[in-house]
């Protein structure tokens, strides 16, 4: 390709590119990152504004919350270091490591378990590597898209059923079990933007009825839901009879990472196959320790707290913590959004394809510092631009 022709190449795709991000702003479907002026564990600020934050996944407040992290570093004594350096299978493993991952084994009473570095790399490792040629992964059809960008990568087959219809899954199972060697059920807990809870009940039945291992991501539940914040196989008692459990500490625990805990072949397994845990550096030391340290100090004295935001969550229509408020249109939305900014409060527009198209919504998402009247004060706002 000469000079002149490259130059044009580049200029079309540039074009092509522009005309995209036109369209996502005619639209009402830009997406941007804010330049937050700082933020605490129930307000965040931003262009001089002081905003009560309905947009966090800081479920118990524990993350920017300078008292806990005071008491961590004067327990700690920045005694550990601010990278690892390598992955875990290289020289990227220290005792704290080991020490978390037991700990998550013994809480859950699994035999296992292993840590990835996001909620994200644990989904698309696992559901990637879990499910080869020959083998099937029925999801349910509004999961994460860590789980669904998972099993895109998969060699196996995969299947999505209708939201939390049992019917309909089992259905498939009648059809599509036979026709395959390993199947894999895959759901989260509470789901991201309805606030809705699986049918777990059915999900292990299910599981158990057609030979199926059961993978269930409670990102969302775990820290708040449980009498030990196990999160809702706890809740239900299920705890032993699903497979693989995948939990994340950037949210109810404030830290960052994830974990997947269950029997040892599988999560040997997993620390063989799956290439978002074997192929990138492990997190720094330091933020597993406060995990650890959060779960072992802190997680146990939330009990009360936690009950009393789930209560306020139940009370304005919702399974849980996460109350959506369906608007339709993007730019709705978006109106809906600086509605409420301009009230004090902290809003983002959930629009597709996070969510089907015409539901865009406000994730209204609580902590146990906002209290009701907070909460119902913002859903009245919100009553009133409809």
């Known amino acids: 390709m000469d000079i002149s022709s490259l130059l044009s190449y580049i200029t079309d795709m540039s074009e092509n590119y522009c005309t995209v991000l036109e369209n996502l702003k005619e639209n009402s479907h830009f997406r941007y990152i804010r330049d937050f ?16 934050n309905l947009s966090s996944n800081n479920y118990l407040g524990f993350a920017d919350n300078r008292s806990i992290t005071g008491e961590f570093l004067n327990y700690s004594g920045c005694g550990y270091s601010f990278g690892s350096a390598s992955a875990r299978l290289l020289t990227g493993t220290l005792p704290v490591y080991k020490e978390l991952e037991n700990l998550i084994s013994e809480m859950f009473k699994k035999e296992k378990t292993l840590l990835f570095n996001s909620g994200y790399h644990a989904n ?8 080869g040629k020959g083998d099937v992964i029925f999801s349910d059809k509004l999961n994460h898209a ?28 009648i059809r599509e079990r036979k026709n395959f060697k390993n199947a894999v059920i895959v759901s989260e807990s509470v789901f991201s933007m309805d606030g809705d809870i699986a049918d777990l009940n059915k999900l292990t039945e299910l599981k158990e ?12 539940a775990f820290g708040v839901f449980g009498a030990n914040g196990l999160g809702v196989n706890e809740t239900l008692g299920l705890t032993d009879k699903i497979d693989l ?18 029997n040892s072949t599988l999560i040997d397994y997993l620390t063989n196959k799956a290439r978002s845990f074997i192929f990138s550096t492990a997190l720094p030391p ?13 997680l146990p004295h939330t009990f009360e707290k936690r009950m009393n935001m789930l ?21 709705e939305t978006v109106d809906t959004c600086d509605v409420l900014f301009h009230n004090g409060y902290f809003t983002l527009p959930i629009r597709p394809p996070t969510v089907p198209e015409g539901t865009s919504r406000l994730r209204l998402s609580l902590t146990t510092e906002i209290n009701e009247k907070e909460l119902f004060d913002a859903i009245s706002l919100v009553e009133q631009t409809k």
């Not at 002026?37 to 009560?52: A, P, Q, R, S, T």
């Open 311 to 331: 209560a306020a969550g139940r009370k304005a229509g919702s399974e849980s913590h996460i109350i959506p408020v369906v608007i339709g249109g993007n730019k």
């Open 286 to 298: 330091i933020n597993i320790a406060f995990s650890k340290w959060i779960i072992e100090n802190k």
């Open 37 to 52: 002026e700082g933020k605490d564990e129930k307000y965040i600020y931003l262009n001089g504004k002081k905003l009560i």
């Open 146 to 173: 860590s789980i669904i960008d998972g099993m895109k990568l998969s060699e196996g087959k995969f299947f999505r059923y209708p939201h939390n219809n049992m019917e309909a899954l089992e259905k498939l199972l």
């Open 124 to 131: 698309v490792g696992i559901n990637s590597s879990i499910a």
């Open 245 to 262: 459990i995948v939990g994340t500490f950037g949210k109810a625990i404030g830290s960052t990472g994830a974990f997947v805990t269950g």
């Open 209 to 220: 009825k057609y030979n199926c291992i059961l993978i269930l991501d409670e990102a969302h």
